[in-house]
């Protein structure tokens, strides 16, 4: 499933973001790359001990807890802490490549299975030509440019790329969840049934079929959550 998440960041959050972003040292952002990624990466990323990415992250992570469509597609159990990246110059793309099936923090050694990708955009996309997040699944191939402030989630065993920048610069902030529902099939029907169930409670609020249905979204993710 590939969603669109609109307004992660409201305008403050997304202001003081850019503000922290626009006064940091980029290193090459192959320093977070396998084997494979290494090979096609060319970018630049924040080091993620840097004090612009604790106080970025930070804001990120709030945004992220308090937006109810992004628990309900990603049923997060574990976030790795969200990273930031840009795209621009000789340093403007990333060829074809799949995430790394776990990644580990490497301040606390805690392992996180990537269930889920996320992109979640920093730049204005008038501010700069290319720069598109292409991914292909079996949901066909998707050409992704948000809106600043805006979030795609995908699965992370996608194939994915993004384009070269040739005009501006791209910055954006990446991340992996663990979700509590391993397969990604069974998060799509649970997401489907929660947006059903919230669009029968906007005509017949909490009706006895619509209470029913609702036990059965519980039903079905106590029986399919890990948590």
């Not at 699965?155 to 994915?160: G, K, T």
């Not at 947006?195 to 609020?205: G, Y």
Request: hydrophobic letters at 40%.
């Amino acid at each position: 499933m590939l969603l669109h998440i609109p307004k992660i960041l409201d305008d403050q959050r997304l202001a003081e973001c850019r503000r922290l972003l626009a006064g940091a040292q980029w290193v090459d952002g192959r320093v977070t790359a396998g084997s494979q990624s290494s090979q096609v990466k060319h970018n630049q990323q924040l080091p993620e001990d840097a004090p612009a990415a604790a106080q970025a992250r930070a804001l990120v992570l709030q945004a992220l807890s308090a937006n109810p469509l992004f628990f309900t597609a990603a049923l997060p159990k574990r976030i790795y802490p969200p990273l930031f990246n840009r795209y621009a110059g000789t340093a403007n793309a990333f060829g074809d490549h799949i995430d790394n099936a776990i990644r580990t923090h490497p301040a606390s050694a805690r392992h996180v299975r990537t269930d889920v990708s996320a992109t979640l955009f920093l730049s204005d996309p008038h501010d700069y030509d290319g720069g598109e997040l292409v991914i292909e699944d079996s949901f066909g191939t998707q050409r992704v440019k948000l809106p600043a402030g805006d979030l795609v989630l995908y699965p992370a065993s996608s194939v994915h790329r993004v384009e070269p920048v040739t005009r501006g610069e791209r910055v954006a902030s990446f991340m992996w969840i663990e979700s509590m529902v391993r397969e990604t099939e069974r998060r799509r029907i649970l997401y489907e049934l929660d947006m059903a169930i919230l669009a029968l409670r906007d005509d017949d609020q909490d009706s006895p079929a619509v209470v029913r249905l609702t036990g059965c979204y519980h039903n079905l993710l106590r029986m399919w959550a890990d948590v």
